[in-house]
């Protein structure tokens, strides 16, 4: 095996996927071609993000049963027009959003895919996403009929999952725009869209949601401890993945239709009910400089409106915000 990113999905994918109770490091590495101290570092890197790994001295790697999200049964029980109608699911991927991106041609509008876990996350402005096992990580495929005010649908997909959140849960999230999902000032789950376009036509949209379900606060990156929770923390036990994930994908079907419908005035109005942004003094960083003024409404196409100080309303359509206060 030529390529160490390939290495942990390899032997992820043995060990949870494969028949046997228990493997040793020396089974792996000759299985995969690497050395003996390549697959126990790819395997202790995996215990760190949550598979129940454990190595002995001797070798011999012993693992303990996981339960994955139940893809028949989101399969059998989810009710959709288009989002969640083909559903791929893989176990250990460097991100979904790169994964979806391989299937785009040849996929259905409303394809879904989902892993139990990332190696290489995206966020917003080439930012990583920790994405250990226990979160919701899934990206969909939309190609959309309607091109105009498409940004719109990353703010709708957010209140999407705000409301699968609270059905599930009873806990309540609100949208920091653009793409956050935060509890309090903690943020616990965030979306990515990405538009593909040939020539001035887009083609495709791929949405990508990151949710911290039931993943340990303590095993987050010290560098995100303390902006970041977890479902499960707040909300005092485990979430229902399987549950949850089926809420989520069916408000996010609704607001496709919606969208769809040429009703994008009514995804903006229950943005705009959620989004915690409206009101607040912000610091934006921008492509052109720093900004700093009032947040009050969103635009048509789901832009943040912003009076600066000197009373110049500005228009952003993409910008890193801070809530001052």
Known sequence: MSKQPDLEPAIA?????????????????????????????????LKRIGYPLQLSRTGLIHHRTFRPIDVEQLRTRLITERIG?????????????????????????????????????????????????????????????????HQVLTLAFATATARAVSTVTKLSLAVKW???????????????????????????MIVGLGV??????????????????????EFGGDVDRNLLTLEILEEMDISYRVFESGHTSELLEDVRRSCCTLGRDIRATTVDGVLEGKAFDLGNDGQLLVRSRDGTVVHLYSADVVHLR
């Open 212 to 233: 911290n379900a039931n993943v340990d606060n303590a095993s987050l990156p010290e560098t995100i401890q303390r902006t970041s929770t977890s479902l499960n923390h």
């Open 85 to 149: 109608q083909r559903i791929e699911w893989r176990l250990h991927v460097p991100s979904t959003q790169d994964e979806l991106k391989k299937l785009a041609d040849e996929a259905s509008d409303g394809t879904v895919l989902m892993a139990e876990s990332q190696y290489a996350g995206k966020g917003r402005l080439t930012r990583s996403w920790f994405s250990p096992v226990g979160g919701i990580w899934l990206s969909v495929l939309l190609k959309p009929t309607r091109s105009e005010s």
């Open 178 to 204: 653009p793409n956050d999902l935060m509890i309090g000032s903690k943020k616990v789950a965030g979306i990515l869209a990405e538009a593909m376009y040939k020539g001035k036509n887009l083609t495709h």
């Open 13 to 45: 994918s043995m060990i949870f996927l494969g028949r046997q109770s228990q493997i040793s490091i020396r089974e792996l590495s000759l299985a995969l071609n690497v050395s003996k101290r390549e697959t126990a570092k790819a395997v202790h890197r």
